[in-house]
């Protein structure tokens, strides 16, 4: 018999192409995790919200644009700084809308960055390099 995990909650995040490249974006330099690393745009769900809903919230309220959450390509569990047992779901998204990004206090900077772009953006954690790469493997 196999066992369900129970999760605490969960996370979303979006891998977003555009002409060839995908959106990154930096956390705000006074963010209390990782301040001034790059990563996708994403965060938690909230109560009540499926993968794709929270998706497509959170990349309105930190990105400013409209999305489409085409299929999940990875998954990652890992425990939270408070102890919960949380697991990300990462998205290839289409855009619906021109990308005209409008950043929300959570982040200082974006960039459209390519494959080949994305080796030399620092700082990022491994785990979302590799995150972003997957992506773009799934593109072709």
């Not at 890992?78 to 021109?98: F, N, Q, S």
Request: contains cysteine; proline residues 4%; aromatic residues 10%.
């Amino acid at each position: 018999m196999d066992l369900i995990k129970q999760y605490d909650g969960f996370s979303v995040t979006a891998f977003i192409p555009w002409q060839g490249k995908a959106l990154v974006v930096q956390r705000a330099a006074d963010d209390n995790f990782l301040p001034g690393y790059w990563e996708q745009v994403g965060g938690k769900a909230d109560a009540g919200e499926s993968q794709k809903e929270a998706l497509i919230r959170e990349v309105r309220e930190e990105a400013g644009i409209e999305i489409k959450p085409m299929r999940s390509y990875h998954q990652l569990e890992y425990t939270h700084r408070d102890g919960r047992l949380m697991c990300e779901y990462a998205y290839v998204c289409e855009l619906i809308d021109d990308p005209i990004i409008k950043l929300s206090s959570e982040h200082q900077n974006y960039q459209w960055v390519s494959l080949e772009e994305l080796k030399t953006v620092s700082p990022m954690s491994d785990e979302m390099r590799g995150v972003i790469q997957r992506g773009f493997a799934r593109l072709s």
